[in-house]
């Protein structure tokens, strides 16, 4: 019998639940984004150092350091009269220390974005510099090397070099760039939305759990008639609580499917399109989302039960 | 028996009932009349335990229903009593046999067989599956019957049954009333149609709140005990 008044009351007031679910569930799309996104930025940032160490890129005066990691030797040529800076080094060695980097193609020539952009290259372009002729990978490295074109080549004179090192702290501020710093620019972006979401969701969640409360206050008075109907025929309280509590457990359940897929899709979209790379997902999300949709619709659920307690069952017939 | 003891209710400074007594016997139909705001309906809802007054006694035999909490309350109104309201108090969104079997349910165990008895006394066996919505206000008020009486309670409360019917649905929804009363429950009705005190055991008259018109017999048995 209990679960047929669940379902017959939640078909009847269909109209009133489903603004509700919608409101909760955009909540948790956006927090479970924002939660998601901040998670697998951190994820990735952690993997990608845990596998290659704290790397630093040194650069000129610091030859001699240059020349114990991957050594780069930067000159000025011109392609085409436009005048670019060409790096000799290994360019396997390179991207071997640089996993942060996005390299888009195969090619002989390595060419940074920044540089690409200016002289019109996509990727594959057949390009002649210094008299060698090849096709063009793109290179997105978020740092200064977006400004080189690589190519490999033997180092006689290294300006820059790429090291590991078990304390990149000690390098920084004499012509070093961290890489875990550079990691970290990649994903910055993905950061500053993270943040921007998560904000909009805690607004959101306030306004969710407001609107949750107030469209079940619109639904007040035939409720409250509802529960002097039943205490008139000899239900306690205990009982309406439990009635109330199942029909916003169901509630809730429909809430946080919706709400998860959907945060789920949204920050697979985010980080899928600006970042490439894939989510992280762990129960602390699963948790926290829960949480959010148990606190507006047990908010909701305890409004009812606790008018329905303070109220003689006289006055609830009313629809007080 | 259901004993009723200089049964006050105040709200605030509007006193709705006056030291109000009564008492009423297994197989007794009493009939409560009054003009508007004379404290009918307060006295109904107070013997059903649906409020509570602000001085006075209800006995229901030897227990006092007064002196119960909440839970005993709701204890004695799904085990003693049976309720109709003149709105009828239907759950919309039930079936007839659904708000009948929920009075089961609040009582004990929901039993359909014995649901669609109970919408048989009242003639509406055929119209089970219906919603409130589909039926007539006298349809609608046999369903709020049927639903008082599944649990077989001692005593049947009923405010205005009629007030909302035609005289053909009235007069059959009284008939009801007096069968029940015949199968040896305690019917209290409260009404405004005189016609329907032809029967009745008690008449109890109010205005302001006060019984202004005593039955004869029921002066006698209480001076006796």
């Known amino acids: 019998m209990l679960k047929k008044i669940i379902i017959r009351s939640l078909r009847s007031r269909a109209g009133l639940y489903i603004p509700m679910i919608i409101a909760i569930s955009v909540t948790l799309w956006l927090i479970g984004a924002a939660v998601i996104i901040g998670d697998s930025f951190q994820a990735v940032v952690d993997k990608q150092m845990a596998k290659y160490g704290a790397n630093v890129i040194l650069k000129s005066p610091s030859k001699d350091a240059a020349r114990e990691g991957v050594p780069i030797e930067v000159r000025q040529t011109e392609r085409d009269g436009e005048s670019v800076r060409l790096a000799l080094t290994s360019i396997a060695a390179l991207l071997d220390q640089n996993p942060a980097w996005l390299v888009r193609g195969d090619g002989t020539f390595l060419v940074g974005q920044k540089v690409a952009s200016r002289l019109s290259l996509e990727q594959g372009d057949q390009i002649t510099i210094d008299g060698k002729t090849g096709r063009a990978a793109l290179l997105k490295s978020g740092t200064q090397f977006d400004e080189y074109i690589f190519t490999n080549g033997r180092v006689d004179n290294p300006s820059l070099g790429l090291i590991r090192s078990e304390s990149p702290g000690q390098y920084r501020g004499s012509n070093a760039v961290i890489l875990s710093e550079m990691v970290k620019s990649r994903y910055a972006v993905l950061q500053s939305v993270g943040r921007l979401m998560l904000i909009i969701a805690i607004l959101s969640s306030i306004a969710s759990i407001a609107t949750v409360i107030n469209l079940a206050r619109v639904d007040a008075g035939r409720r409250q008639q509802e529960f002097g109907i039943f205490k008139s025929l000899g239900s306690t309280g205990g009982r309406i609580g439990r009635i109330i509590g199942s029909e916003y457990l169901v509630l809730s359940g429909v809430a946080i499917l919706i709400g998860v897929s959907g945060s789920l899709g949204l920050s697979w979209g985010i980080l899928h399109f600006v970042s490439g790379t894939g989510i992280e997902w762990n129960i602390g999300n699963a948790l926290y989302i829960t949480t959010i949709t148990l606190i507006a619709f047990g908010s909701a659920g305890i409004t009812y039960y606790t008018a329905s307690k303070r109220h003689m069952v006289v006055e609830e017939l009313r629809g007080v | ?225």
Do not use: W
């Open chain 2, 1 to 225: 028996m259901i004993t009723v003891e200089n049964l006050t209710k105040e709200y605030g400074s509007v006193t709705a009932l006056d030291d109000v007594s009564l008492i009423a016997e297994p197989g007794e139909e009493l009939i409560v009349m009054g003009p508007s705001g004379s404290g009918k309906t307060t006295l109904v809802n107070l013997i059903a335990g649906l409020d509570r007054p602000t001085r006075g006694r209800i006995l229901m035999g030897d227990s006092v229903v007064t002196d119960l909490d909440n839970d005993g309350l709701a204890r004695y109104r799904r085990e003693h009593v049976g309720i109709v309201f003149q709105q009828f108090h239907l759950i919309d969104y039930l079936t007839a046999l659904e708000n009948v079997m929920l009075a089961q349910y609040f009582h004990s165990m929901p039993e359909k067989a014995d649901a669609l008895q109970s919408l048989e006394m009242v003639g509406l066996k055929d119209r089970a599956g219906h919603l409130p919505s589909e039926l007539s206000g006298g349809e609608q008020q046999r369903v709020a019957i049927a639903r008082a009486i599944t649990n077989d309670p001692e005593l049947i409360l009923a405010d205005e049954p009629t007030g909302n019917l035609d005289e053909e649905n009235e007069h059959m929804v009284m008939e009801i009333f007096h069968t029940l009363k015949e199968a040896g429950k305690t019917v209290i009705t409260v009404t405004h149609n005189r016609a329907l005190t032809d029967r009745c055991d008690q008449l109890i008259r109010l205005k302001h709140g006060r019984r202004v018109t005593e039955d004869r017999n029921q002066m006698e048995r209480m001076a006796a005990g």
